[in-house]
């Protein structure tokens, strides 16, 4: 079955800077890519996603890259503020509709 | 997107006792999930809810252990049976409601504590 790796666990930023977590996958028939953000007691909240159609997809400070050939895409949070601090997991979906997670970054964005 | 109501949002329960979380959707959707979320990791597939029929277990989880009912596109529900403290978890449902254009949406969970 899937497999989907997410690095890095934890993640502490200054305000203000840029953050990146990567996730790999490991079935090549995976075609959809989802991010969600996840706060203390709250349920994960997608925010950004990508098909296997597409490289590259940004929303405002949010962008997401897509490598098919090496199976990898990256989560990048540009201008990082307090209230990004959250556990973001990246998921992949297959063509049996499936969403498998990657174990999730906790991000800390530090005033 | 659909809007997912889940309940109950907690519960405290004794051991070898079971509990039933429910799941209501606002709209008919094409697939339902439930997962569990352990402390402090991410989401485990548990099944999923097919409508009319049983539902499809991944691996390490037991229809015996955790029975799943969907009598309709809206509504399904994950039981906890005989449990133990290690089932202790937030479990969530999830529905993918036009396939992907919509996404993934997910319930607000429900924390359970098995004492």
């Known amino acids: 079955g899937e497999n989907v790796e997410q690095h890095p666990s934890t993640l502490s930023v200054q305000e203000g800077d840029s953050a990146v977590i990567k996730c790999t996958y490991s079935?090549?028939?995976?075609?959809?890519f989802p991010w969600y953000k996840q706060e203390l007691g709250k349920r994960p909240q997608l925010i950004i996603d990508?098909?296997?159609?597409?490289g590259e997809k940004k929303d405002q400070r949010i962008a997401v890259t897509l490598n098919k050939t090496a199976k990898h895409f990256s989560l990048h949070i540009t201008e990082t503020q307090p209230e990004d601090s959250a556990v973001y997991f990246c998921?992949?979906?297959?063509?049996?509709?499936?969403?498998?997670f990657g174990g999730g970054t906790r991000l800390m964005v530090k005033p | 997107s659909a809007v997912i109501s889940q309940k109950p949002s907690r519960d405290i329960c004794q051991r070898g006792t079971s509990l039933t979380i429910q799941c209501q959707v606002d709209?008919?959707?094409?697939?339902m999930f439930w997962y569990r979320q352990q402390p402090g990791q991410s989401l485990t597939l548990i099944a999923t809810?097919?409508?009319?029929?049983?539902?499809?277990?991944e691996s390490g989880f037991v229809i015996d252990k955790f029975p799943i009912s969907r009598p309709n596109l809206t509504f399904s529900t994950l039981t906890v049976s005989n449990m133990s403290p290690e089932d202790s978890s937030i479990y969530l449902c999830?529905?993918?409601?036009?396939?992907?254009?919509?996404?993934?949406?997910f319930g607000s969970g429900t924390r359970l504590t098995v004492v």
């Open positions: 809810a097919n409508q009319g029929s049983e539902a499809t277990y």
């Open positions: 999830s529905v993918l409601s036009r396939g992907l254009p919509d996404g993934y949406t």
């Open positions: 998921a992949a979906h297959n063509a049996g509709n499936m969403l498998t």
């Open positions: 990508i098909r296997s159609n597409v």
């Open positions: 079935d090549s028939a995976s075609n959809y």
């Open positions: 709209s008919q959707v094409t697939m």
